[in-house]
Structure formats: structure tokens, C-alpha cells
């Protein structure tokens, strides 16, 4: 146990010697040795070693970092204050699009919020809302879907299905190899869904 005790002194002073730097290098060059040879060489590596850790030079330009203050004790630390509220800013005035009675651009129905969606079906439904406006109808690539909602091509695949199944979107394939064309119908054509 001793020997073992001695041996770890041994390469705690050999890090001290080489600093923080040269210090992990020689033992992971003294840990190259063989078991038996070990104590030999960190003998060797200790009476080779500098008396003091090397001085680091630094690059012309640069300085060293300077020490931090030290930290103020509880007493004279300053006392604890709450941070002070922002300003709350005025709602802003209507859109043209609101003043003339038209649904806003980012139309979605309240009564979504009672489907029972999983995450994917609201995400994707949300999407669908925000970009048909207020026409409901838009004809995003399924890609371009993905993407947005950040969900993999066959996760919006299977959500726009099971929307389709609540009759809450219909889907139109324009022409062959193009995009679907969505509508978003109303929530009063909407289909219960029996709960799970």
C-alpha cells in the first residue's frame, strides 16, 4: 500500500512540476511504461523535472486574463432587489383586414382546441391555418410541410390522414407528381372523434 501511496505522490509532484499544461503529457507518457518499469521512470521524470512550473509566453498583443474580484462576503453584499417590471405596451390599432370585418391572416378556430389532437395533427393543422389565411386553401409540399413543423415527411403524411378522418381538411392532388391542394373547412362540418 505504501509503495502504491509513494507512487501516486510521485506523479502528483510531476504535474505540479510541469503545470496544467505539461503535467497531463507526462503522465500519459509515464503511463506508456510497462507496470513494472513505472516507478523507475517517474523517478527519472521527477529528477529531470523543472523546479517551478514553466512560464507561459504569451503572443505579442495579447494579455493575461485578469484575476476576479474576490466575492464580497454576505454583509457586504448589497441586498437582494427585485427586478423592476418593463413598460407594457398598448395593444396595436386593428389591421385594414380586421377593421373590415375579414378573419385575420392566421385564422384557427378555437374549436381545435376540443379535437383531441396529438401534437403532430395540431402542429400540422396550425401550419395548414396559417398559411391558407383567410381564403382556407393552400397547397404547401409535403416537404415544405416537414420542415416547417419540424417532424419527419411520414409523421405529416399520417397527421393530414388522420385530419382528413375528422373531416377538419380536405385534400386535392393537382395533377400528377404535384402538390395537394388543402382546404380547411369549418368547424361545424367537423366529424366527433370517439375518445381513445
Not at 5 to 32: D, N, Q
Not at 50 to 78: H, K, R, V
Amino acid at each position: 500500500m505504501s509503495a502504491m501511496k509513494t507512487y501516486l505522490e510521485g506523479v502528483a509532484r510531476l504535474k505540479s512540476a510541469y503545470g496544467p499544461v505539461g503535467g497531463p503529457m507526462m503522465v500519459r507518457m509515464l503511463e506508456g511504461y510497462p507496470e513494472t518499469e513505472r516507478p523507475q521512470a517517474l523517478e527519472k521524470m521527477l529528477a529531470e523535472a523543472p523546479t517551478a512550473p514553466p512560464e507561459i509566453e504569451l503572443p505579442p498583443g495579447w494579455a493575461p486574463t485578469p484575476a476576479l474580484p474576490p466575492m464580497p462576503t454576505p454583509a457586504e453584499a448589497p441586498a437582494w432587489r427585485p427586478a423592476e417590471a418593463p413598460e407594457v405596451e398598448a395593444p396595436e390599432a386593428p389591421t385594414a383586414d380586421q377593421a373590415k370585418g375579414r378573419p385575420p391572416r392566421f385564422w384557427m378556430p378555437d374549436a381545435m382546441f376540443d379535437q383531441g389532437l396529438d401534437p403532430h395533427e395540431f402542429i400540422v393543422c396550425a401550419f395548414l391555418c396559417r398559411t391558407a389565411g383567410k381564403s382556407r386553401r393552400c397547397w404547401p409540399a409535403l416537404a415544405t410541410i416537414a420542415k416547417a413543423c419540424r417532424m419527419k415527411r411520414i409523421s405529416v403524411i399520417r397527421a393530414v390522414a388522420r385530419l382528413e378522418e375528422r373531416g377538419m381538411v380536405t385534400r386535392q392532388k393537382r395533377g400528377f407528381r404535384g402538390t395537394n391542394a388543402y382546404t380547411l373547412t369549418p368547424p361545424e362540418q367537423w366529424r366527433a372523434q370517439p375518445s381513445q
